[in-house]
């Protein structure tokens, strides 16, 4: 199929459009569009056959939920939350926040969350924590929770039909699935399984704890410091390491007054290579100008460490996928500490300079 609308609306919005379109068809006067649609209802969304629907009601944008849809079946009221996704992830607790909204919709609330990509195994990771998360929050709510890739969805459509908006549908994810083929391949962090993600970063926590940087604690003494794969704002693809680092503390609360550990270490995982980042969580103002000094009047043009401005970052070091290509867990490991500590030796040194400045 040469001409496929899909091609031109990539957004997405234009997903959220395929999901509720889909779905839709249920309520159609056409017999084979109403087909279209139960098979999707009860393969994609319900994962039951024996469910008989009895009422469908789709929303967009409800609660800011990608798509929303009550379904009355012979057996139950749900309320479905659809939360598509393409090359970004899970970020500011967005799922947590929709149930919440939604949670007196219906008796039993399914969470599809549909990425129209590769799925990396540390995106399950962070998924399986929200949802440990939320069905604490939630309490005895009976919820279910989905991760969806393409080829689910292709699977889902296996439908003799002549329908032209279905066959650009599938057409336009195989598409897809060809391409997430060809980048699982070259993408090293697509072919590493969830076990062995845990083992990386229960090195990179050993390694730090040996440079006396410890995770952060809160009041009950319960670790805090690691969010794997976490997100600072929307930045879904870091794994952030908050600090507890006694030296470390002591220097930068004399210089920004916080009454929290508010440092941290963020690995930002990108496709074009990664970058070891040190973070600081407190107010702009009260960091302001120790910053700009880092920024300004300390940074040797010639040195690979990068201060930037934006946000909370301080400090950017950048590794290069060359770097890391055909290393072990091990390895890549190693490289990143070391990364780490030139940044917060770094740090720590302009720590003394700004204060011996300031003393003058």
């Known amino acids: 199929m040469e001409n496929n609308i899909?091609?031109?609306?990539?957004?997405?919005?234009?997903?959220?459009?395929?999901?509720?379109?889909?779905?839709?068809?249920?309520?159609?006067?056409?017999?084979?569009?109403?087909?279209?649609?139960?098979?999707?209802?009860?393969?994609?969304?319900?994962?039951?056959?024996?469910?008989?629907?009895?009422?469908?009601?789709?929303?967009?944008?409800?609660?800011?939920?990608?798509v929303f849809m009550k379904i009355e079946t012979n057996k139950a009221k749900y309320s479905i939350i659809v939360e598509n996704k393409r090359g970004t992830f899970l970020h500011d607790k967005?799922?947590?926040?929709?149930?919440?909204?939604?949670?007196?919709?219906?008796?039993?609330?399914?969470?599809?969350?549909?990425?129209?990509?590769?799925?990396?195994?540390?995106?399950?990771?962070?998924?399986?924590?929200?949802?440990?998360?939320?069905?604490?929050?939630?309490?005895?709510?009976?919820?279910?929770?989905?991760?969806?890739?393409?080829?689910?969805?292709?699977?889902?459509?296996?439908?003799?039909?002549?329908?032209?908006?279905?066959k650009m549908i599938i057409e336009y994810y195989k598409k897809i699935k060809n391409g997430n083929e060809k980048l699982k391949t070259n993408d090293w962090k697509l072919q590493i399984n969830k076990n062995e993600w845990n083992e990386f970063y229960n090195i990179i926590i050993g390694e730090l704890k040996k440079l006396d940087i410890e995770e952060s604690k809160n009041e009950n003494g319960e670790v805090i410091g690691i969010r794997r794969p976490g997100g600072l704002g929307n930045q879904a693809d870091r794994s952030n390491f908050e600090i507890q680092n006694k030296k470390f503390l002591e220097k930068s609360n004399k210089i920004i007054s916080a009454e929290s550990n508010i440092w941290g270490f963020g690995i930002d995982w990108k496709n074009n290579g990664q970058k070891?980042?040190?973070?600081?969580?407190?107010?702009?103002?009260?960091?302001?100008?120790?910053?700009?000094?880092?920024?300004?009047?300390?940074?040797?043009?010639?040195?690979?460490?990068?201060?930037?401005?934006?946000?909370?970052?301080?400090?950017?070091?950048?590794?290069?996928?060359?770097?890391?290509?055909?290393?072990?867990?091990?390895?890549?490991?190693e490289i990143i500490i070391k990364k780490i500590l030139k940044i917060y030796n770094t740090v720590l040194k302009y720590f003394d300079i700004y204060m011996n400045r300031n003393n003058q």
Not at 12 to 29: I, P, R
Not at 101 to 119: C, H, M, P, R, W
Not at 137 to 156: A, P, R, T, Y
Request: hydrophobic residues 40%; negative net charge.
């Open 94 to 166: 967005q799922l947590l926040k929709y149930v919440n909204k939604i949670k007196e919709e219906g008796k039993k609330i399914i969470v599809i969350l549909f990425k129209s990509g590769n799925i990396f195994p540390y995106e399950e990771l962070q998924y399986e924590m929200e949802q440990e998360e939320i069905k604490k929050e939630i309490g005895n709510i009976e919820i279910e929770f989905k991760l969806k890739d393409v080829q689910s969805f292709i699977d889902s459509l296996k439908l003799d039909t002549n329908n032209i908006i279905l």
């Open 6 to 66: 899909f091609d031109f609306a990539t957004k997405e919005l234009a997903q959220d459009a395929v999901v509720a379109w889909l779905a839709n068809c249920y309520n159609s006067d056409s017999t084979k569009e109403k087909e279209i649609g139960e098979v999707f209802i009860k393969k994609f969304i319900l994962g039951n056959d024996c469910e008989n629907i009895e009422g469908l009601e789709i929303k967009r944008a409800f609660h800011r939920i990608d």
């Open 276 to 333: 070891v980042i040190l973070f600081c969580n407190t107010e702009v103002k009260k960091r302001e100008d120790f910053h700009n000094f880092c920024k300004n009047d300390l940074k040797d043009k010639g040195s690979e460490i990068k201060i930037n401005g934006k946000r909370p970052t301080f400090a950017i070091i950048k590794i290069s996928n060359k770097d890391i290509e055909g290393k072990s867990l091990n390895q890549i490991a």
